[in-house]
């Protein structure tokens, strides 16, 4: 059971451009979602985060919207920078009782050519 | 100040053997997480410790088994290794038991023949 999918694999834009990376989830009780950036041989590094309770979070080139009746969200970073191709990943956390534990979507590998 | 750190970095191990393999948190941090990641998917949730307890443990078998010392350090053991179990293992901290922020490691990246 996949509650949060990310169903595009890869994503190929240009330096200077608007990247868009989407992220779906099935499951109600989540209530906190975050970004994370992979690159190869290193552990995911935090990006952005938003709570259910809003619909946007920005700082600097990366803003993160949220949908809840559509459950989805998505990332935006303007402009893309060559530097940003990485593999991200979005997840989401339950609220109450369930901890720190982090449900991750499958990955999206973006690359940003020059 | 020092991120998250684990050890070993990589890690060759033969069916049916243990393994343990060790996490230092962000100086401060009190709570530990461990998340296994299989190679083209998201890391899955396997165990979270806070303040030297068990909060959480995801749908792992009983092979795998964790705990968190006084200094709030952790070890991930794995028993009667399968061939399955390789998989880049990650550590990651967070200076609450809800942890908004999670910082992870670099991970271990474990080998099973």
């Known amino acids: 059971d996949q509650q949060v999918k990310q169903n595009s694999p890869s994503l190929s834009v240009q330096e200077g451009r608007i990247s868009i990376l989407n992220c779906d989830y099935t499951n109600s009780m989540f209530d906190y979602f975050l970004w994370y950036k992979k690159y190869p041989a290193e552990g995911p590094t935090f990006l952005i985060s938003i709570s259910s309770i809003k619909d946007k979070n920005e700082d600097g080139r990366f803003t993160v919207f949220l949908n809840k009746s559509a459950k989805h969200l998505s990332l935006h970073i303007v402009p893309s920078q060559p530097g940003d191709s990485a593999v991200y990943f979005c997840a989401a956390r339950k609220g109450g009782t369930s901890g720190s534990r982090l449900t991750f979507g499958e990955g999206t590998q973006l690359t940003v050519n020059p | ?113």
Do not use: M
Not at chain 2, 24 to 29: A, L, Q, T, V, Y
Not at chain 2, 69 to 91: I, K, M, Q, W
């Open chain 2, 1 to 113: 100040d020092a991120g998250v750190t684990q050890s070993p970095t990589h890690l060759i191990k033969t069916r049916g053997q243990h393994v343990t393999l060790r996490c230092s948190p962000i100086s401060g941090h009190k709570s530990v997480s461990w998340y296994q990641q299989v190679l083209g998917q998201g890391p899955q949730f396997i165990f979270q410790y806070y303040e030297k307890e068990e909060r959480g443990r995801g749908n792992f078998p009983d092979r795998f088994s964790a705990r968190q010392f006084p200094n709030y350090s952790s070890e991930l053991n794995v028993n009667a290794l399968l061939l399955g179990d390789s998989a880049l293992y990650l550590c990651a901290s967070s200076s609450g038991n809800l942890g908004n922020e999670q910082f992870f490691g670099p991970g271990t990246r474990l080998t099973v023949l």
